[in-house]
């Protein structure tokens, strides 16, 4: 009985250990973005393989995720004969929850993974190190650069996702089903406000980018160094970023649309 | 005057005391080696007088500044008079042996790109891989990843150089081209040395100053002369590389006369 509310305790003990190690490293971090302003192309390598290389898996899925919006949209609308709706059904499912959602989970996956991977193996191999001992400051030099193209990537990339997916859902509508295109544009040009839904589900994108490009990072930091250490850490980036980004996703939506 | 002087060291990990009252002045201009066995903490050692850890008490100076009382900002100024050689090489991954030379002037300096060129291809022909410059570090024998992150090292022009384990996993012809190439940049450039290694006759035969450290304390320092002619057998075994002396080659426990004629059965 000791020992397990012992060993409770100690775990609980590390939980805010590292959620304190975290948030200094977040700290440190943020000190190191303004002076990239003056070397941007530091960020530019990065906005290319953390957002660019994304692109291709986030406009497939988008437009995946559309089509089956589609499908499923209108086989329920049909029953109550608002099939022409379908296009704000489509939209305002992407732009208000799945746009920012189903994207950062993509991006923690593919984009999350692979700076926890290259952080974890640039600490195991030293190179972390040995920047810091050329009098190069990682945080400035490798973390702040990645962070930012993170952060800017994810609302282009929650934005992409949107705009095919609304794409895929009307190609489905109205190619496959018959539904009429004027109707499916109007009315989601007319139901979709661009303050409550568009810009709500930016937010929501913006936020989600800080979180999981955070994760990632600080995993990746803060990674056992060893090939073990790098793949656990990997593992816990894509994890706890999908549990950060649901449980965010809950509350943001509860702030934004709660009152309606 | 030494250049660094560490004194009354004290620093554990966790429970286990790595050095225990620790006292070194490496002098300037001069190869000075730390030896002792593995796990004996030398390269904490390196990493203290680097500043990227932090001793429990004593202090370390270098060029006269405690290390561990300095800012941020001038620990890194300091740093970029201090070149490191990392047992790995701890070459940048992404860029080219070239790139990698020229990253501390691209970071530190606002030389054109010109110049960049003519420094970097100066130091690559100093270790003899100027023609190895476009090949990426992945493409680089453990020998050659030493001689770039060695040219890297003193691209900025140190005025002190630390080797960790500069010769470990190395074969004869790599072993004589860095052990040649430490003596030389060394006299060359007018460096201070640290060498960190267990590597005896490679080390002995070129530092000109070494302190033996085993178990948290400095056992024993001299020339490489004083050191083979000392009474102590300790150094005596670490020195020749004796299998057996006062560190015994059984690991300490009862006697095997006790273990197999006793009635107990061992578990």
């Known amino acids: 009985m000791i020992d397990t509310i012992r060993s409770l305790g100690r775990w609980g003990l590390s939980v805010f250990e590292r959620l304190g190690r975290g948030h200094l490293f977040l700290f440190d971090t943020l000190r190191g973005v303004p002076e990239l302003f003056l070397r941007f192309s530091l960020v530019t390598q990065q906005l290319f393989s953390v957002g660019v290389l994304s692109v291709f898996l986030i406009l497939i899925s988008g437009l995946f995720v559309g089509m089956v919006l589609g499908l ?24 208000r929850e799945l746009g920012p ?17 290259e952080i974890g193996l640039m600490k195991s191999t030293e190179q972390l190190s040995g920047m810091e001992m050329m009098a190069v400051d990682p945080m400035r030099r490798v973390i702040a650069p990645r962070f930012l193209a993170g952060f800017i990537s994810m609302p282009l990339l929650a934005a992409l996702f949107s705009a095919v997916g609304i794409f895929g859902g009307f190609l489905v ?67 706890h970023s999908a549990f950060a980004i649901l449980g965010l996703d809950f509350m943001l939506t509860a702030l934004m649309f709660g009152e309606e | ?19 225990e009252g620790v006292n070194i002045d490496i002098y300037q201009g001069k ?22 850890l932090h001793p429990d008490s004593g202090t370390i100076e270098v060029d006269g500044q405690n290390v561990h009382k300095l800012s941020h900002a001038d620990l890194y100024q300091l740093r970029k008079r201090m070149g490191m050689l ?44 100027r023609n190895a410059r476009n090949l990426m570090p992945s493409e680089l024998s453990g020998g050659m990843a030493r001689r770039v992150a060695l040219a890297r090292a003193v691209t900025l022009d140190p005025m002190m150089i630390m080797y960790d384990e500069p010769f470990t996993g190395q074969d004869p012809i790599s072993m004589g081209t860095l052990v040649n190439l430490i003596h030389r940049m060394g006299d060359a450039m007018n460096l201070t040395s640290v060498i960190v290694s267990h590597d005896v006759k490679e080390t ?45 080659f059984h690991y300490p426990g009862e006697t095997l006369e006790y273990d197999l004629f006793s009635q107990k059965v061992s578990e």
């Not at chain 2, 190869?31 to 990227?52: D, E, F, N, V, W």
């Not at chain 2, 002037?105 to 100093?126: A, F, G, W, Y």
């Open chain 2, 1 to 19: 005057m030494p250049l660094i002087k560490i004194r009354d060291l004290h620093f554990n990990r966790g429970n286990r005391a790595i050095f």
């Open chain 1, 72 to 95: 499923q949209g209108y086989n329920t609308l049909v029953d109550f004969g608002a099939e022409e709706s379908l296009g704000v059904m489509v939209s305002l499912s992407l732009v």
């Open chain 2, 86 to 129: 990392f047992q790995s090489g701890a070459l940048l991954t992404d860029l080219t042996v070239f790139d990698n030379v020229a990253f501390p002037l691209r970071e530190h300096t606002k030389l054109p790109e010109s110049m960049i060129n003519d420094l970097v291809l100066l130091k690559l022909q100093s270790v003899g891989l």
């Open chain 2, 204 to 248: 002995a035969g070129i530092a000109d100053y070494i302190y033996l450290l085993s178990a948290g304390k400095v056992i024993e320092k001299g020339s490489p002369v004083e050191l083979k002619g000392s009474s102590s057998q300790w150094v005596q075994q670490f020195m020749q590389g004796l299998p057996d002396g006062p560190v015994p």
């Open chain 1, 173 to 239: 509508g109205h190619g496959l089903l018959g539904v009429d295109d004027g109707a499916f544009w109007s009315q989601m040009q007319v139901k979709t406000d661009w303050y409550d839904d568009v810009l709500n589900g930016v937010i929501k994108s913006v936020v989600f980018g800080f979180v999981v490009t955070w994760i990632a990072l600080f995993e990746g930091y803060d990674a056992t160094p060893t090939s073990e250490g790098v793949g656990r850490a990997t593992t816990r980036t894509v994890v």
């Open chain 2, 31 to 52: 190869i000075t080696a730390i030896m002792g066995p593995s796990g004996t903490g030398k390269t904490t050692l390196l990493r203290l007088i680097g500043g990227q």
């Open chain 1, 101 to 117: 959602v189903v994207c950062a989970l993509l991006f923690a996956g593919r984009a999350g993974s692979a700076l926890t991977a």
